[in-house]
């Protein structure tokens, strides 16, 4: 849905949906681990691809829930402790503008 308003290609809307999708204060230190660890936000990406596939809210709180449980399982100091990683509210706020922005074209 965001490639349709953004006009790019899904792997240019993936990128676009980590950025917006993170704590702002995580910016700086995802920059970074972009660079040198990318693997870092395998996670992130993971919830973003499944975010893409939802079909409506409840499909996307299911993965936002299975994201904030893996993390739970799997707690890393800087991922999971400073939140160096994608908001799960934020993406849901993003799906919701989504939608309503095609409701309204």
């Given at each position: ?13 993936k990128k676009r949906l980590f950025w917006r999708g993170l704590?702002r204060r995580a910016w700086p230190f995802a920059a970074v ?11 992130d990406y993971q919830l973003i691809d499944e975010a893409a ?53």
């Amino acid at each position: 849905m965001i490639c349709k308003f953004s006009q790019c290609t899904p792997e240019q809307a993936k990128k676009r949906l980590f950025w917006r999708g993170l704590h702002r204060r995580a910016w700086p230190f995802a920059a970074v681990l972009v660079l040198f660890r990318p693997r870092f936000f395998t996670l992130d990406y993971q919830l973003i691809d499944e975010a893409a596939g939802a079909a409506n809210i409840n499909e996307l709180v299911m993965a936002v829930n299975g994201y904030l449980q893996d993390c739970a399982t799997t707690r890393r100091f800087l991922h999971d402790d400073l939140r160096i990683r994608v908001s799960g509210k934020r993406l849901i706020s993003l799906f919701k503008q989504a939608k309503a922005r095609a409701r309204a074209s």
